[in-house]
């Protein structure tokens, strides 16, 4: 009987640009056959602690869910909120300003299998018994998400994928019921980790820099670019 197949390695980035500019929402490509090393996970936290904060008051918790049980049960009410979200009959005309087919297809397909993903990552921010403040919230989520895309990436640089989603947030409460959440600790995200399928990402296609770019006001001058120095 022959060897069973060794799966495909990710090309790691070279460099901090690849890194920067490769570092995808993976959602059709993530493995639920490769267990993942808990403390691969460990070290990618451990590095987006080094993210800028607020004052420096590091509010910060991450839930890290492994178990089976724990897995399934969140998977259960992402999956259902995200059904009233973006029902079957659901399409990129539907479904808001942005939404395209594929992400469409990818967001439903992980929707079905999140209870395979082998690692859930849940970025949390303890706000001390404070409310959430009403108008803009920047301040408040700006002591949280960079640290979340820096778990991203020190993922991406180890071979690991992950996708960024909010789904679940229709059903926080529920979510940090069943793991025992304190009040008072609000989630940023929830960020499925695992090993890849395949050999390597590329750039997305954006918007160009130039359509997107202000220089001095939203009216101001036109960009003249700089200097390659």
Not at 47 to 62: K, M
Not at 70 to 80: G, I, M, N, P, S
Not at 116 to 135: A, F, K, S
Request: net charge negative; aromatic share 6%; proline share 8%.
């Amino acid at each position: 009987m022959s060897a069973p197949a060794r799966p495909a390695r990710v090309r790691l980035p070279a460099t901090p640009d690849e890194l920067l500019t490769t570092t995808r929402s993976v959602r059709l490509r993530l493995d639920p056959t490769r267990p993942v090393d808990l403390d691969l996970v460990r070290a990618c936290v451990e590095i987006a602690l080094q993210a800028p904060n607020g004052g420096n008051t590091q509010r910060w918790h991450w839930l890290v869910v492994a178990d089976d049980d724990l897995r399934k049960r969140v998977a259960e009410v992402y999956r259902r909120v995200f059904e009233v979200r973006y029902p079957p009959s659901a399409s990129a005309g539907t479904s808001g300003v942005g939404v395209t087919d594929r992400m469409l297809t990818g967001g439903r397909h992980l929707a079905e299998h999140l209870h395979e993903v082998p690692v859930l990552v849940i970025p949390c921010l303890d706000l001390g018994g404070r409310p959430l403040p009403e108008g803009n919230q920047a301040g408040v989520w700006g002591s949280l998400l960079p640290a979340a895309w820096s778990y991203m990436l020190a993922a991406r640089a180890r071979g690991l994928g992950t996708t960024w989603t909010t789904v679940h947030l229709d059903a926080e409460r529920e979510v940090a019921d069943i793991l025992g959440l304190p009040d008072g600790v609000r989630q940023g995200a929830l960020i499925p980790t695992a090993h890849v399928v395949g050999d390597g990402f590329g750039p997305a296609p954006r918007r160009s820099v130039d359509s997107v770019l202000h220089l001095d006001g939203w009216g101001g001058a036109e960009w003249s670019g700089g200097s390659d120095d």
